[in-house]
């Protein structure tokens, strides 16, 4: 069976360059395209976009990959209104079950053949992988078939240049977060965010930049990083940070997800703090609700609700327009509440 693997050595381009000529991508040259569709036909190949186009029908289902196995409630909220917000526009949203790379499972269909069967006129993405992992590792063939494929993927919350993105706004709300918290004379600030996603990347440079802007110094060990985000990992990096030296703890931490919070919050009232007379909470919250259980907490709320109203404005976009366009990002601004 021939693969665009195949057609990409034939032709002399690399798979993405092949993959998204197939699929008609606006960023390929039509002489590109042309040439590949020549050399597709000529060697066998059935998987062009045009073909799969004829065979596929309206069917009003979209599908939802979860890649990364977490109970974090901001995830459960965006999931949720996604569902919400694409039933009220006639929409189906169905789950597309992880694939196991290696193992009796790696025999399965990946995701693209999987979303083709069933139909789907998109898929939401929602994943922690890194771009650069997605094409240079083999155990994300799947992905990364299903990114490169005709179906329309929009990533939430995760970036890949190859699909349509929507982000919450973390640099704005960590930087609103930092000019708020040094408004009200705090100096050592200590950061805890989760080790995954861009986000490590995204958050340390907003960090950065927003001490840099107050001409603020904190300790290393004051950036603290919490594995896949766990309200258990925080738990333990609070701890190792209020232990490190009692004498000189940071007088707020600033969480950049909800599940960091519950579990750092509960580690500053296991060392006996209190919140907020010995130490400050911020966070960077996806939430609808306002206010944060029964301490306060100076907050850069993103309403998972407009979250999902982008995502769903961006994916109905791109079945409606075939595809053109991709590549495009959306940033969901927040709201700062500040608790004194």
């Known amino acids: 069976m021939v693969t665009q693997k195949d057609i990409s050595a034939a032709c002399g381009l690399s798979v993405s360059a092949v993959s998204k000529a197939l699929s008609d991508y606006s960023d390929i040259s039509e002489d590109t395209k042309r040439r590949v569709r020549d050399v597709a036909r000529k060697m066998g190949y ?46 189906d949203l169905v789950v597309l079950s992880p694939v196991r790379e290696e193992g009796p499972a790696a ?41 490169l494929g005709e179906i329309p993927v929009v990533a939430v919350g995760g970036f890949f240049a190859s699909c349509r993105c929507v982000l919450p706004g973390y640099e704005k709300g960590i930087r609103s977060l930092v000019s708020e918290i040094y408004r009200r004379g705090h100096r050592r600030i200590a950061f ?45 990096e609070t701890m190792k940070l209020l232990q490190k030296n009692k004498w000189l703890h940071p007088t707020c931490i600033l969480f950049t997800d909800e599940m960091l919070l519950e579990g750092g919050a509960a580690a500053i009232h296991q060392c006996g703090f209190r919140i907020p007379e010995d130490i400050c909470v911020a966070a960077v919250r996806i939430s609808e609700d306002r206010e944060y259980r029964d301490f306060p907490v100076t907050s850069w709320r993103i309403p998972p609700s407009r979250i999902a109203e982008e995502a769903v404005g961006l994916m109905l976009d791109g079945i409606s327009r075939a595809g053109q366009g991709m590549g495009r990002i959306r940033l969901i601004d927040g709201i700062l509440y500040g608790s004194e």
């Open 46 to 91: 059935h998987g062009m976009k045009d073909e799969v186009k004829e065979k596929r029908k309206h069917t009003y289902t979209v599908g939802l990959l979860i890649t990364e196995e977490t109970g974090r409630k901001s995830l459960m909220n965006v999931v949720r209104e996604l569902r919400k917000v694409l039933t009220g526009r006639g929409y």
């Open 107 to 147: 025999e399965r269909p990946g995701y693209l053949p999987r979303a083709r069967m069933f139909g789907m006129e998109g898929v939401f993405l929602i994943s922690q992988v890194l771009e650069e992992d997605l094409f240079q590792r083999e155990d994300f063939r799947n992905l990364r078939e299903l990114i």
């Open 192 to 236: 805890l965010f989760r080790d995954g996603l861009a986000e490590r990347g995204i958050c340390r440079k907003a960090i950065c930049a927003a001490l840099k802007e107050h001409h603020l110094e904190v300790p290393e060990y004051f950036f603290r990083t919490a594995g896949s985000g766990t309200a258990q990992e925080a738990f333990a």
